[in-house]
């Protein structure tokens, strides 16, 4: 039998557990720490990434509580001892969080959420927050990926049923709509974030009543809305013809919204169908279209000229199909000494791309005046300050060779204050603003970067300083490897 569920605090790995452990019995526990949240490469091979999860980080760090049901798990079956439990039970999440904005773009390598905390603490939340990030951004940027290619046709988010359960199916939705989608079929997460619920409706309803025109009429009687979903035994040659049957016969009492393609080859006979609806003097009912759909099929179906008004996505844009994974990681940067001053850290690699970069960084947008366009993200240190540059230098952080020099430019700050000292201090904008503030940030990129199959490369660089700082901490670990081998 399940037993009680009442605190996220257990919502962590093991190890993030037995680490405090080591950290409070050493008594380093409260030594401050500082963690970049970051993945490495964009997901779907898009151009960027759009960041989504901030809301349920707050709403968890908030409640951040061992409960009382968590700690007798932690004792009677795990066997932690009763002080170890004791510092558990009073521990909260005192520290800072900065993080972008959800909707904000975003790139690979750049610290897009960072929390600076007593070690033990920004350890015990690191996995909730990446649970949480790498789903929502996935799907955020899943959703803005089809959304670049349907334009100003809506969207409608189908998902659920096929969502690995109902966590992913609530927060993708609400995702997806921060992503462009317009509406959801999923009522919980309409009434929960305000999201519009839309629907039309399946393939049971016409075998119920064992034919369309039936059906098609009985749903009508009800639901002054319609969408017929018209290709359970014969598009065309039985569900459009009923359709509009029922459409004729029952005239301004229903509004003929549309019809619903869900099989077959949905380029042909949308085509026919529009033909056979226009005909008829429906040229204002639309096409809509579901089955399996992703931004590839559409654009397959735009392609061959398929008269399609409306989308309906589910399956491959809630479990992120071709992508599962988005890979973000959560690493320590900075690190309070037992004198009490911060001392950059590093995690070296074979590959060049996983090299962490030390310190307390700040992630700034440069833009370029004269165009209003994004010229690059830069990572700083957190003492400095690219506004105040006249002229900025950006290059590649491995291949240094690439490079250029910004002039008129102005250097926006992407991280937002979200927690300090363990209060939030942040007003989380609506989800209508979410969304804008994604549609518009999108305007500030060249189409290059957005468009979804190769798209360019966009600079994340690091400042000089970052830089230098990196070399030198790369420096210094090679040094004490060398010491270490030759003393052995
Ligand atoms: N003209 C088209 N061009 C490209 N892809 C299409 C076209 N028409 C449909 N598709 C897509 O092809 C796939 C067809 O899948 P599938 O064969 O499972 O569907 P179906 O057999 O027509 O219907 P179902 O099995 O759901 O009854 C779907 O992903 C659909 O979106
Ligand atoms: O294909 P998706 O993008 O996930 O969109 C949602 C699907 O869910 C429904 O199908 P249903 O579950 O009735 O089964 P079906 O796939 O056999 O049509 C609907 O008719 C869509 O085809
Ligand atoms: O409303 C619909 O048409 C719908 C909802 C969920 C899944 N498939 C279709």
Not at 69 to 97: A, C, M, P, Q
Request: charged share 25%.
């Amino acid at each position: 039998m399940m037993s009680t569920d009442d605190s996220l605090a257990l919502h962590t790995d093991l190890y993030q557990i037995n680490m405090a452990e080591t950290y409070w019995e050493d008594k380093v526990h409260n030594r401050k720490a500082v963690f970049d949240l970051y993945f490495r490469k964009l997901p779907f091979g898009n151009g960027f990434a759009l960041f989504a999860g901030l809301e349920r980080i707050i709403d968890y760090i908030k409640n951040f509580q061992f409960s009382a049901s968590d700690l007798t798990y932690l004792k009677e079956e795990l066997g932690y001892g009763d002080e170890f439990l004791e510092y558990l039970k009073l521990v909260r999440f005192n520290g800072n969080i900065r993080s972008v904005r959800e909707g904000e773009v975003v790139f690979g390598n750049e610290p897009v959420l960072r929390v600076e905390a007593a070690l033990a603490e920004a350890q015990l939340v690191e996995t909730a927050l990446l649970n949480i990030v790498n789903y929502q951004t996935l799907i955020a940027t899943k959703a803005a990926r089809i959304k670049q290619v349907v334009n100003e046709q809506p969207l409608m988010e189908f998902g659920t049923r096929r969502a690995q359960e109902m966590d992913a199916a609530i927060w993708g939705t609400r995702a997806a709509f921060i992503g462009g989608f317009d509406a959801t079929s999923n009522v919980r997460a309409g009434k929960l974030f305000g999201i519009p619920v839309s629907g039309t409706h399946a393939h049971a309803m016409i075998q119920a009543y064992k034919n369309e025109y039936t059906a098609f009429k009985k749903y009508a009687r009800s639901h002054r809305d319609c969408v017929f979903l018209v290709d359970t035994y014969d598009t065309l040659k039985s569900g459009v013809p009923n359709a509009i049957k029922v459409a004729k016969e029952l005239g301004d009492n229903i509004n003929f919204e549309g019809i619903r393609l869900d099989s077959g080859d949905m380029a042909y006979y949308s085509k026919e169908a529009r033909k056979m609806l226009d005909e008829a003097g429906f040229n204002e009912t639309k096409i809509y279209a579901s089955n399996d759909l992703d931004e590839s099929t559409i654009i397959s179906l735009q392609a061959q000229g398929a008269k399609i008004d409306a989308w309906g996505v589910g399956t491959k844009l809630i479990t992120a199909y071709d992508q599962p994974a988005l890979g973000a990681v959560y690493k320590l940067t900075a690190i309070e000494n037992e004198n009490g001053e911060m001392v950059d850290t590093i995690k070296i690699s074979g590959n060049p791309e996983k090299v962490t970069t030390p310190g307390k960084k700040k992630l700034y947008r440069i833009v370029n005046m004269s165009n209003n366009h994004a010229e690059g993200d830069y990572v700083t240190l957190e003492n400095e300050h690219p506004n105040e540059e006249e002229k900025l230098k950006m290059f590649h952080p491995v291949h240094t060779y690439i490079s250029k020099f910004v002039t008129d430019f102005k250097a926006v700050n992407l991280h937002q204050d979200i927690f300090k000292d363990g209060n939030l201090i942040y007003q989380n904008p609506t989800l209508y603003e979410m969304k804008a503030y994604a549609k518009e940030q999108l305007n500030l990129f060249w189409d290059e970067y957005k468009r979804t199959t190769n798209p360019e490369e966009y600079a994340v660089d690091l400042s000089q300083k970052t830089w230098d700082n990196k070399m030198d901490n790369i420096s210094e670990v090679r040094e004490k490897v060398k010491v270490m081998v030759e003393n052995d």
